[in-house]
């Protein structure tokens, strides 16, 4: 079993920058993926940032070039790098973990940017 507790999100201005964090436990060895969804009211849960692999990032278009995401193994985080934030980015921030070909979720992060 992986637990994910997510952390990191508020309140900030366009233009502005957060950086979300995904702490693991449990059973965290032999993890094939690990990525960040977004879920915005009345809209489906998308895809924003992947690592299907150690050194493979995969973007959506809406956020290429502005979000980055990458992991510290020493401490079993993932983060979520947003820079440049527009009001559009607005919505729950789900960290996602793939092992043995299951989809473990936390519980989310609000991100809310302010024109």
């Known amino acids: 079993q992986v637990q994910l507790v997510e952390s990191g999100g508020g309140l900030v201005q366009a233009g502005g920058s957060l950086r979300l964090s995904c702490a693991a436990s449990g059973s965290i060895f032999n993890i094939n993926a690990m990525n960040w969804y977004r879920q915005a009211p009345g809209k489906q849960r998308e895809l924003v940032a992947a690592?299907?692999?150690?050194?493979?990032?995969n973007y959506a278009d809406s956020v290429k070039g502005r979000f980055t995401i990458s992991r510290d193994n020493a401490k079993n985080t993932v983060y979520l790098q947003m820079n440049s934030l527009k009001p559009e980015d607005t919505a729950v921030y789900y960290c996602?973990?793939?092992?043995?070909?299951?989809?473990?979720w936390g519980r989310g992060t609000q991100v809310t940017v302010s024109s």
């Open positions: 690592m299907p692999t150690v050194g493979s990032t």
């Open positions: 996602n973990v793939v092992k043995s070909w299951y989809n473990y």
